[in-house]
Each structure stands twice: as C-alpha cells, then as structure tokens.
C-alpha cells in the first residue's frame, strides 16, 4: 500500500525532553491514527483523529488534525525511557478506498 | 473487552512450505485486515475480510490467499513460501469497513529459512 511521509525518520533525545514528529500526504484525509509499536509486537493505537484542526490528548501524547487534512502531528512531552519505540501514523481517505495508508516510522530513542 | 489476538506468535518454515496463520478479532468487530510488515517495505497490506467475503486486495502474489469464518476469525494462508517471505504478519480488526478506527494484534513472525 502507498506510504505516508513521515519525518523525522529516528530521533534521540534526553530523558525529559519534548518530541514532535508529523506525516504528510498528498492526498486528503478524513481520519488519522497515532500508533506506538515495540519490537516483536503490534502497533498499539495511541491517538485517532476524525476532524480538521482537533487537537486530541492521551496523557503526555498530544496530536493534531492539520487543518489541510493532508497532515497531522504528534507532541510527546516531557520523555520517559518507556516512550522508546517505533510510532506510526494511518490515513483513511475517500481517496484511499476505505483503506489505511501508513507512515514509514519514527524510531524514537530516550536516553536516560 | 479481549484485543486482537494472532496465533502463533512465531513459526519457522523451510522454503516451498505452506503456512497458515490465524486472527481473531476484537468481539464485535466483523472487519479483518491482514498486513505484512518488513523493515524494507514497512507496513503493506494483504487484504480485508468482511462478513466472510473479501473487500479489498493488496498487490500481493496469488500465493498469500485468506477466510473469513462466520464468526469473524480470519486465516491467512501462504503457499510455496518464499525466503523473501520472512515478515512480521499483523492482523487488524474494525467492527466495519466503514469504521475509522483499527486494532492490531501482536503479530505472527514467520521466519523463512
């Protein structure tokens, strides 16, 4: 399936430090998911999005619907060794045919 | 409420076999989707059951085929496997296609040697 722009691809920061990470598509969106994937394991849904502009937060994880429906962005705050991981975003679109379109990753490292 | 649950969770394979992997989605949920997951290609999907009939397909050899039973559980099965096979499968589940939001299960990684 097509693959979403998503930057930064890696990132170490310091235990305590804010994180931003976001996608971009080229096609419109109505609906964008946040996922957190540890090694060996499933992606695990994090945040959904249905609406331009909504800002939606869980805990420290804060995530954004542009208002261009063609991005969205995620905040991590204040970092914890246990954010380590792989995040993902997913698209769902009528251009997608009622399928996911995916991101390529952001591997986060926190250092203690 | 139980998650999306896959089994095995690993398996190992010998080229030319034929595997079959199994997914049972959240209770409810009527929507699977089967994805393959590599480091080199990310995330790819397979296809998508609902209510037993098959949705959508990805572009995937006629090797990598599905079901879907009555009750939701779906199977994905590959013949002649490949070592290029070798993936992480997730299975993911929605209660409809018409439903923004997914769950993935933990995964069945398939080793091809």
């Known amino acids: 399936g097509q693959q979403l722009n998503q930057s930064p691809q890696s990132m170490f920061i310091q235990e305590g430090e804010d994180v931003s990470m976001n996608c971009t598509s080229s096609s419109i969106f109505n609906t964008w998911l946040w996922y957190k994937q540890d090694p060996g394991e499933g992606p695990v849904l994090l945040i959904a999005l249905y609406k331009a502009g909504e800002l939606t937060s869980n805990g420290r994880l804060t995530a954004q619907f542009g208002i261009t429906r063609k991005d969205s962005f995620l905040n991590i705050s204040a970092s914890i060794p246990s954010d380590v991981g792989i995040y993902f975003c997913?698209?769902?679109?009528?251009?997608?045919?009622?399928?996911?379109?995916f991101g390529t990753g952001t591997s986060l490292t926190v250092i203690p | 409420k139980a998650g999306v649950t896959q089994t095995p969770r690993y398996l190992i394979k010998t080229r030319g076999q034929q595997v079959t992997l199994s997914c049972s989605p959240i209770s409810g949920h009527r929507s699977v989707s089967w994805y393959q997951q590599t480091p080199g290609q990310g995330l790819q999907f397979l296809f998508e059951?609902?209510?037993?009939?098959?949705?959508n397909k990805g572009n995937f050899p006629g090797r990598f085929s599905g079901r879907q039973f009555s009750n939701s559980r779906s199977e994905m099965n590959v013949s002649t496997l490949e070592l290029g096979d070798s993936a992480l499968y997730l299975c993911?589940?929605?209660?409809?296609?018409?439903?923004?939001?997914?769950?993935f299960g933990p995964g069945t990684r398939l080793t091809v040697l």
């Open positions: 993911a589940s929605r209660s409809n296609p018409a439903t923004d939001t997914q769950y």
């Open positions: 997913a698209g769902l679109g009528h251009s997608t045919g009622n399928q996911f379109y």
């Open positions: 059951y609902f209510s037993e009939t098959q949705r």
